[in-house]
């Protein structure tokens, strides 16, 4: 399957790192799935990244099944579209050596995450996965000669970067080898908070999982971080997670509704986290079961991703053609 002149491919990945959360699902899985009709989609379970971190093979195995499931759950149609682990894209760790040679040591240590980690004084402790971590995204997008990457904000300065190498590989060897992609970031939830306000993100433990089953969800909401006001006091909409979660699943009507009622006082943030764990039920509520019915099923999970690997190795192999032959390493595999 080489891409048609016509068609252009939309690429990203997520890691293998347990359950996606709300931030996950709206910031790229949703949005994503939504570009496989106008696009040749090709997504894929990030393991090689989840590595960074996770040392517990079972939980890496379960991650990426898990994944897979809600992919397919949500409607990823694997007729039209690839879904794959990186690993098994054996030429993925040598196009990032490749950009590696390219790719100053002052550019990875202004990456967010590293200079996170060295403000914090983590600086020492750090592995050198989280150091090259761009590079290995990096070879991820271009190895497919991506065109979009669907993501959220906290992925943009990847995908900067990733321009960036491109532009420097083919720079150093003279031709355009590599294609510059784009990030594709979905604006109302380019950045989802989580139960304290915060970035939803596992790192700090703030999320909330689409796919719980509805009492614990219910309880995940009734604890999302508000501020001391009573219940007859007036409530500032536009300060609050619960309300701008909320916005993220009501009809506009619904949305008035409930700032009204903030405004006018007399509705507590039990009310409107009640609302909202209404609006989230009612969304995921019939995905669940098809979820579970996924997970179930493993072979059928393996067997997807296999296919998904073999479908995308024509445009691997073309690009790694490109990219052995510009740099004199030999092309015959
Ligand atoms: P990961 O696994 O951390 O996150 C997967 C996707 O979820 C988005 N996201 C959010 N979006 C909105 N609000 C949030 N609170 C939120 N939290 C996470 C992320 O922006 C991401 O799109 N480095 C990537 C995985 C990766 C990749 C790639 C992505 C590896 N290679 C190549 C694109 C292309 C990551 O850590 O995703």
Known sequence: MTQSPKIKRSLSGIKSTGFPHLGNYLGMIQPAIDLQDDYEAFYFVADL???TSVRDPKLMLESTHIITSYFLAFGLDVERAAFFRQSDIVDVPTLAWMLSCVTHMGMLERAHSYKAARDEGREKSINHGVFGYPVLMASDILIYDADVVPVGSDQIQHIEM???MA???NQAFGGE???LPE???RENVATVPGIDGRKMSKSYGNEIQPLLPPK???KRIMSIETDSKTMEDPKDPDTCTVFALYSLFADAAELEAMRQNYLGGGYGYG???QALFEQMDAHFSPYREEFERLMAAPDHLEAVLARGAERVAPVV???MSRVRAATGLPTRR
């Open 162 to 164: 990733t321009r960036d």
């Open 167 to 169: 532009v420097r590989f």
């Open 216 to 218: 614990k969800l219910r």
């Open 317 to 319: 192999s073309d690009v």
């Open 49 to 51: 990244h989840a590595l």
């Open 271 to 273: 009310h409107a986290k």
């Open 177 to 179: 080898f590599l294609k």
């Open 183 to 185: 990030a594709r970031v």
